[in-house]
C-alpha cells in the first residue's frame, strides 16, 4: 500500500519476533496460509497493549498466529476465536497448545455467523473484536458480532484496502470485483455509522479501528 522504501523502514523499527513467532511464521510462508502483515500486526498489538482488554474476540483463526501474539500484548486476557476450515482449525488448536495458552485460547470450530449466533444467545460480551476473515462478509460479521462488543470497547478490521484495489473497483481483477464492492461498502457503512468512530490506516493491507462510543 506505501512505497517498498517506508514500509521497510516501518518494519525496520518493530521489536525482533520471539523465536516461536518466527516458526509460526516461516510455517504461514511454507504453507500460503495468510496472517497479518508485520506493520500491520505490530499496530494491532500496540492497540492491545494500550487498551489491555479483558475479553477478546476474533473471527478468523486460522493457524491461531494472531489469537498468541495477542495474548502476548495482553497476557491476562482470554479469547474466543472462530475458524471455518478444519485443517486450519486442528493446527491453531496444536500451536496453540504448544505455547501453553490453552486455558486462555478457546478455538472455535464452525462457520464463524453460526458462532457468532450462539455466542449472542449465550449474552457472551467482548471488550475488544478483530475481524480478519472472509472479507466478503465483513458486513454480515460486524452486523452479529456488535452487540457483543462493550460499549468503550474496540473493533479492528483487517484487509480493508485489499490491496488497493477499494479506490476504484473497476480496476480489480474481475474475480475480485464483487468482493472489492463489499469491502467499500463496509468501510462507508462503518466510518458513518454513528455508534463508532472510525479510521482505517494504510499499513499492511489496510487496518481499520472503530471504537464504540461510550
Known amino acids: ?88 482449525y486442528e493446527e491453531a488448536v496444536r500451536f496453540i497448545k504448544e505455547s501453553q495458552k490453552s486455558e486462555q485460547v478457546d478455538v472455535r470450530f464452525g462457520d464463524a455467523l453460526e458462532v457468532l449466533e450462539e455466542l449472542q444467545q449465550d449474552k457472551e460480551s467482548f471488550d475488544f473484536i478483530f475481524i480478519d476473515a472472509a472479507k466478503g462478509k465483513y458486513r454480515d460479521f460486524f452486523d452479529l458480532a456488535h452487540p457483543l462488543l462493550q460499549k468503550g470497547g474496540w473493533l479492528v478490521t483487517d484487509n480493508v484496502l485489499f490491496r488497493g484495489y477499494v479506490k476504484d473497483e473497476e480496476t480489480a481483477p474481475k474475480r475480485y470485483r464483487n468482493m472489492v464492492k463489499k469491502i467499500r461498502a463496509y468501510n462507508q457503512f462503518l466510518s458513518a455509522h454513528p455508534e463508532y468512530i472510525t479510521s482505517i490506516l494504510p499499513i499492511g493491507d489496510g487496518v481499520m479501528i472503530s471504537y464504540k462510543k461510550d
Open 1 to 88: 500500500m506505501m512505497n517498498e522504501d517506508i514500509q521497510g523502514y516501518l518494519q525496520e523499527l518493530i521489536n525482533p519476533a520471539t523465536d516461536q513467532v518466527r516458526e509460526l511464521e516461516e510455517y504461514a510462508h511454507l504453507h500460503n496460509v495468510p496472517i497479518m502483515e508485520s506493520t500491520a500486526i505490530d499496530f494491532l498489538l500496540k492497540q492491545i497493549m494500550i487498551h489491555q482488554p479483558k475479553r477478546i474476540l476474533e473471527i478468523g483463526t486460522a493457524i491461531g498466529y494472531s489469537a498468541i501474539r495477542m495474548l502476548e500484548a495482553s497476557p491476562e486476557a482470554e479469547i474466543i476465536t472462530i475458524e471455518r476450515d478444519k485443517q486450519r
